[in-house]
Nanobody
Framework: QVQLVESGGGLVQAGGSLRLSCAAS????????MGWYRQAPGKQRELVAA???????NYADSVKGRFTISRDNGKNLVYLRMNNLKPEDTAVYYC???????WGIGNYWGPGTQVTVSS
């Protein structure tokens, strides 16, 4: 079982920056693929960025070059650095932990943190 708690959301002007953090409890954090998703009002939840146990990353096209995902396995933390924020980045951001199938079955979500970008 993994519990996730996001922090770092808030209100920022367009062009500004924020860093989201996700703290994970539980064991085997380092083997999980960690992801950041977001959901804007009236829209489906979408993947923003993900990082696997080998530190390979992937990003949504809309955030490439602006967002950076990273992890600290020693502290059970995953980060999302968001630069040059745009109003369309406004959403609730969720942290996700997915256990690779070779390790078992597990998929966990945090409660989310609101990011609002004003124009």
């Amino acid at each position: 079982q993994v519990q996730l708690v996001e922090s770092g959301g808030g209100l920022v002007q367009a062009g500004g920056s924020l860093r989201l953090s996700c703290a994970a409890s539980g064991s085997r954090f380092s083997v999980y693929t960690m992801g950041w998703y977001r959901q804007a009002p009236g829209k489906q939840r979408e993947l923003v960025a993900a990082i696997n146990s080998g530190d390979s990353t992937n990003y949504a096209d809309s955030v490439k070059g602006r967002f950076t995902i990273s992890r600290d396995n020693g502290k059970n933390l995953v980060y999302l650095r968001m630069n040059n924020l745009k109003p369309e980045d406004t959403a609730v951001y969720y942290c996700n932990a997915e256990l690779p199938r070779r390790w078992g079955i597990g998929n966990y979500w945090g409660p989310g943190t609101q990011v609002t970008v004003s124009s």
